[in-house]
C-alpha cells in the first residue's frame, strides 16, 4: 500500500495521542490500586475491630445470662418477703426490694449494652462484605486494566511506524498476556490469602497476648505465644512454597533432574498415598535455563493435573535422553477424562501446547475414562544440536 503526501499519515500526532492514551489508562489504573489498598486496609482492621466485638458480646451474654438469673432469685425472694411481711423486719423487706431493683437495673443496662454490641457486630459484617465485594471487583478492573496495558504497550506501542510500513500484526498474542496476568493474580491471592493472611493474625494475636497476660496470667499469655509461633512458622512455609512455584532455586544450580527428584518428593509429601516413581535414562546433559525451565513446567503441570483431577495412586516420570532430542513421559493410573470434551475447556492443556511449541517440539495424550492419562513431550536440543555422551 502507498500514501501520497495529501493521504500521508502524521506519525508524530499519533504517537502523542497514544502516549497520552497509556499515560491516562496508567493512572487510573494507579488510582484504582491506591482504592483496592485502602479498602484492604479498612477491611482488615474491620475485621480485628469485629473480633474484639464478638469476644466482648460473649462476655456481656455471659453476664446478662447471670444477672437474669439473680434478678429471678431476687423476685422470688421479694416475693416471699411482701407474702409473709409481718415474719421479716422492714430493714429485711427495703434490702429485698433495693436487690431486685438493683439487679433489675444491672440487667437491663446489660440487655442495652449486648444489643447494642449485637447491632454494631451486624453492621460490621454488612461492611465487611461491602469492602470485600469492592476489593474483589477493583481486583478485577485492575487485571483487565493490565492486560489492556499489556496489549498496547507490547504490541502496539510502535503502531505509528507499522502504519507507516503498511504493515499490521495480525495475532497480538492477548492468551498469552491474559495468562500472564491471571498467574500474577493468582499470585496476588495466595500471597493474601496466605501470608498476608496470617500476618494479619500474628498482629491480631500479638494485642490478644497482652490482653491476655493482664487479664488471666503469665500461663495463659504462654500458651498464646506457642499458638502464636505455629502461625509464624506456617506462614513461614507458605512463603518458602510460593517462592519455589515461582521458580525452584535448584534449577540454575543442579539442573532438571535433581530439581524434578525434589519437587516430586515434596509432592509425595503433601499429597499421602500417591507415588511417584522418576527415572532418568542415558546420561543427562544441561539444557540452557528457559528450556530447563520450560521442561520442569510440563512436568509440574501434568502431575498436578493429575493429582488434582485424576485421583491416582501412582504416577510415573520418565527422561529419556536420546541423540538429538529429550522425551519426558507422564504417566497415572488415575480416572482418567474424555480429551475431546476437554480439548476446547482445558487451559492447562492449551498452555502445556504453547510451551512446547515455542521449544519446537510435539506433545501427545493418551486418556481414557477410567483408564489412566500418559502426556508425552519430545523436545529437540536447541540448534537441532546432537546430545554427546560426557
Not at 491516562?24 to 480485628?48: A, G, H
Amino acid at each position: 500500500m502507498y500514501f501520497d503526501e495529501k493521504n500521508k499519515i502524521d506519525i508524530q500526532s499519533i504517537d502523542f495521542i497514544f502516549n497520552r492514551m497509556i499515560e491516562n489508562i496508567t493512572n487510573s489504573k494507579n488510582d484504582i490500586f491506591i482504592i483496592s489498598e485502602q479498602s484492604r486496609r479498612s477491611f482488615e482492621e474491620m475485621k480485628i475491630e469485629l473480633e474484639l466485638i464478638k469476644q466482648k458480646l460473649k462476655v456481656v451474654i455471659h453476664n446478662s445470662d447471670n444477672l437474669a438469673r439473680q434478678t429471678q432469685l431476687a423476685k422470688q425472694r421479694l416475693v416471699e418477703v411482701s407474702r409473709h411481711f409481718d415474719k421479716y423486719s422492714e430493714q429485711q423487706v427495703r434490702e429485698a426490694y433495693e436487690t431486685a431493683n438493683d439487679l433489675q437495673i444491672r440487667l437491663s443496662l446489660s440487655e442495652a449494652e449486648e444489643k447494642s454490641l449485637r447491632e454494631k457486630r451486624d453492621d460490621l459484617e454488612r461492611r465487611l462484605k461491602v469492602l470485600y465485594d469492592t476489593i474483589q471487583r477493583a481486583d478485577h478492573i485492575v487485571n483487565q486494566v493490565n492486560v489492556v496495558l499489556n496489549y498496547l504497550t507490547s504490541d502496539l506501542k510502535n503502531v505509528g511506524a507499522a502504519l507507516e510500513q503498511a504493515k499490521l500484526k495480525h495475532e497480538f498474542g492477548i492468551n498469552i498476556i491474559a495468562a500472564q496476568e491471571e498467574e500474577r493474580k493468582k499470585l496476588s491471592r495466595e500471597i493474601h490469602d496466605g501470608p498476608a493472611q496470617m500476618m494479619a493474625n500474628v498482629l491480631m494475636r500479638a494485642d490478644l497476648i497482652e490482653k491476655t497476660y493482664r487479664e488471666r496470667g503469665i500461663d495463659s499469655a504462654i500458651k498464646e505465644i506457642s499458638e502464636l509461633k505455629k502461625t509464624v512458622r506456617e506462614a513461614l512455609s507458605e512463603v518458602r512454597r510460593i517462592i519455589y512455584d515461582l521458580r525452584p532455586m535448584a534449577l540454575d544450580d543442579l539442573g532438571i533432574v535433581p530439581t524434578l527428584k525434589k519437587y516430586l518428593s515434596t509432592i509425595m509429601e503433601y499429597n499421602k498415598g500417591v507415588d511417584i516413581h522418576f527415572q532418568s535414562l542415558n546420561n543427562e546433559t544441561r539444557l540452557p535455563s528457559n528450556y530447563e525451565v520450560a521442561i520442569f513446567r510440563l512436568v509440574q503441570e501434568c502431575v498436578n493435573n493429575s493429582v488434582k483431577h485424576g485421583n491416582p495412586t501412582d504416577i510415573w516420570v520418565k527422561l529419556e535422553w536420546n541423540l538429538n532430542n529429550l522425551n519426558v513421559i507422564v504417566k497415572d493410573n488415575g480416572s482418567g477424562f474424555d480429551l475431546e470434551s476437554k480439548r476446547e475447556q482445558s487451559f492447562g492443556i492449551i498452555g502445556m501446547r504453547e510451551r512446547v511449541e515455542i521449544l519446537k517440539g510435539s506433545m501427545d495424550i493418551k486418556t481414557k475414562i477410567g483408564n489412566g492419562t500418559v502426556v508425552m513431550f519430545k523436545i529437540p536440543y536447541p540448534n537441532n544440536e546432537q546430545k554427546f555422551q560426557l
